[in-house]
Structures are given as structure tokens and as C-alpha cells.
């Protein structure tokens, strides 16, 4: 037989434990989206996206390796000249990125390839399994030609 009062209270239990649920999945993804140590738990498109010491990060038109345990992104560091070099940063979670400094400089030397006033473009590194090094290569305007 039907009975109304007992169809009720299993509707409460019901509703109370998938609140409950609800809850508890809302606090172990707050916990699990909680910002790093470093401060960065995302990233918005479009928007300024700051080092670990507050700078904007300068690499442009690169790429991102993973090696032990962290990631390492190479791009061009762009200033006061179009190219400056290759920038590289590393990071262990994809938000949090410290700088490293300049993976390649421009050359003092006026005869080299990489002369100051070159432009260096889209650096991409790589590992090189049989000579266990890593490689770089990227797309390279002369200096004086190409780019006026």
C-alpha cells in the first residue's frame, strides 16, 4: 500500500543527499582550483600574463618542452630591437612561469649570422636523443637584409 508520509521523508533524504553531495564536490574543487604558491591558478586569453616576479612574460612565437618534471617555454625576447634573443622560462604547473634568462643572445661579433640587428623568430627546442643534447632552431632574418 501507498503510503504518503513514508514517500516524503525518502524525497527529503533524497534532495538532503545530493546537497550534500553537491557540497562536498564544491569544496574538493575549490580546493583543487586553490592558487599555487606562486599565485597563478589560470589564465585569461587576451590578457597580461605576468612571470613569477610580476614582469610580462617576453616569449613570443615559441614552444613549450617538458623535461624532469617541469616545463620549459622558449620564445623570443622581444625589446628595444625587434629580436633580442631567445628568452627561456620554466614552470612546473603551466601558470606559474619564472624566468630563466637568455637561452641565445645576439652576437657582438658584426660578421655572425646572429649579429645584433638580426631577428630571430618561432625558436622551437628540442631533445636529441643520440647526441643527448638539445637543439634549437628558429627562423632567421639577417641583419641589414629581409626586415627593413
Known amino acids: 500500500m501507498y503510503n504518503k508520509t513514508h514517500f516524503s521523508v525518502n524525497i527529503f533524504r533524497g534532495i538532503a543527499l545530493i546537497c550534500l553531495i553537491l557540497a562536498n564536490a564544491s569544496v574538493l574543487y575549490s ?32 614552444g613549450v618542452i617538458f623535461d624532469k618534471g617541469k616545463y620549459y617555454w622558449f620564445g623570443e625576447k622581444r625589446g628595444r630591437h625587434a629580436s633580442e634573443g631567445v ?39 628540442i631533445y636529441n636523443p643520440a647526441t643527448k643534447k638539445y637543439v634549437m632552431w628558429f627562423h632567421l632574418e639577417l641583419r641589414g637584409k629581409g626586415y627593413s
Open 31 to 62: 580546493q583543487s582550483t586553490a592558487t599555487s604558491p606562486n599565485g597563478n591558478s589560470s589564465f585569461l586569453p587576451g590578457q597580461v600574463w605576468a612571470d613569477t616576479k610580476g614582469e610580462v612574460i617576453n616569449a613570443h612565437g615559441g
Open 87 to 125: 628568452n627561456v622560462y620554466s614552470s612546473s604547473d603551466l601558470y606559474n612561469w619564472t624566468e630563466e634568462g637568455l637561452a641565445l643572445t645576439q652576437d657582438a661579433d658584426t660578421t655572425s649570422d646572429i649579429a645584433k640587428g638580426c631577428v630571430m623568430e618561432r625558436p622551437k627546442v
